[in-house]
């Protein structure tokens, strides 16, 4: 594994490192500090498989072959590991229960571990028990770029002679098993021109034998050639210079499927500052992690990785529950220029500068992207050379990190919500109190204000009675003399307060002038009625012309006064 990314990942406080072990048809768990060493868990699987450490071989470390004295803090290796023992110098037991052992291998996976010996390059490949040697024999070719029909093998047990039989029945060894692959020298070449030769055979095979093992194979040209030709033969999955980031990707998910099948992860559709947003920005419960998976279709691993990684049934599942995905092809340098542009202004530039120290052949990348407060941190990057158990091992590393983020994100997000609900419902009752107080004070002004009207009109009216009072007054005729020798009426009135008022008027005057006396006095006749003791008659609906004998008011009267009801 490249150290390279390790400087993204964030360490766990964990000093224990657990290994899986599978030894035949057992499965051994072993739970080490950082500080042991590779023999102490030979010495553990020495007392659990009754194997001796001498004997032993411990495969599946990421850096190769290791030796006992090496210690486990100096591999760099993560929380969960998964490891392998291979013993050549112990023949497998003989058991009559063979067939059913093979059937119980079935449903695993076979680890082969094929070195292409023109290139002197190792394969770790990942292989369900029910493919063909044919199937694992087309997926070579797609490597390596050598046609079935000219690969050469080593390897393969006797009983593995027939290519459609599968790896279970092959007789090859569980879990791990290593072949050896090259392409088949020509017989019309002695050996000493076989090398100087090889590109000869190499293009005559891509011109024609190509063509003729496609239809023999039933296999789709493009899954004929590697991938080191597969560029300039297949569609690209991204076209060059996109305008829309949302029409890149809906060519991108198109193409994928056209190559790889319909079983697999759900990209999203647009650019990568949107996809950041559906993942970081909704609610803490809601959000996700970003994984962005980095297609190079001129990566010899590009083909495995997509077939039997992204499109494993469990990677999908996973990636789909707890991931948004967002992909980009960068095949072609002005995507890849685009991309990492993108990263910088993103992610900043230490990330888009991690993408350029990858070379062609360490693609695709799966990078693992969680969103934090103040900026987003890479937790992981995935190269392709990687398997299908080690790649959800690493993807649920990084949920555990993001778990462990997001409860807090939770638990802070419910704290600030309760603080602003506090807040809303303290600005609420506060906004209530000042309408309250509002309205209070709008009702006192209203009622001042009716009450200085009630007093204007009260005043209007007062002053409009002591005018009429006085124009009455003025216009009275004088208080005649007893001694005058005209009939004189005398008349006592008494008013509601229980005074009295006295007059001497003619016999020949009016009842118009009592009216008016009496309404100079403030007793107006349209609120007052003046009566008569006994009997009691109101005098105020006589007949204002009648004169005070014709009333019969004469010589005198007492009367009173009563207001209208």
Known sequence: MDPTPSRHIVERQSRMLNFRVEYRQRSIEVVLEEASTVGDIKTILETELQVPVSKMQLKGWKSGDVSDSTVLRSLHLPKNNSLYVLTPDIAPLASTSQSSAQQGLSNQNYLLVISHREAQRDYSLNFPASKTIQEV???????????????????????????????????????????????????????????????????????????????????????????????????????????????????????????????????????????????FYGKARDRKLLAIYLHNDESVLSNVFCSQMMCADSIVSYLSQNFITWAWDVTKEANKARLLTMCTRHFGSVVAQTIRTYKTDQFPLLLIVMGKRTSNEVLNVIQGNTTVDELMMRLMGAMEIFSAQQQEDIKDENEREAREMVKREQDEAYRLSLEADRKKREAQEREEAEQVRQERIKKEQEEEREAIRLSLEQALPPEPKEEGGEPISKLRIRTPSGEFLERLFLGSCKLQVLFDFVASKGYPSDEFKLLTTFPRKNITQLDPAWSLVEAKLFPQETLFLEAKE
């Not at 050598?146 to 090859?172: C, E, K, N």
């Not at 076989?194 to 093992?213: A, K, L």
């Not at 559709?269 to 950041?276: D, H, K, N, Q, T």
């Open 137 to 279: 024999k087309r997926n070579i070719s797609d490597l390596t770029n050598i046609p079935v029909r000219h690969q050469q093998w080593d390897g393969w047990p006797a009983s593995a002679s027939d290519d459609s039989i599968t790896l279970a029945a092959s007789g090859i060894s569980y879990p791990c098993h290593h072949l050896t692959v090259c392409r088949r020298s020509s017989p019309a070449l002695t050996v000493d021109q076989t090398d100087e030769c090889t590109d000869v055979h190499m293009v005559s095979d891509s011109e024609g034998d190509d063509f003729e093992d496609a239809p023999e194979f039933g296999v789709d040209e493009s899954e004929i050639f590697g991938m080191g030709s597969s560029s300039c033969r297949k569609s690209p999955m991204m076209p060059e210079n996109s305008e829309n980031e949302g029409d890149a990707l809906l060519h991108f998910t198109a193409e994928f499927s056209r190559r790889y099948g319909d079983c697999h992860p759900v990209f999203y559709i647009g650019s990568l500052e949107a996809a950041s947003q559906e993942a």
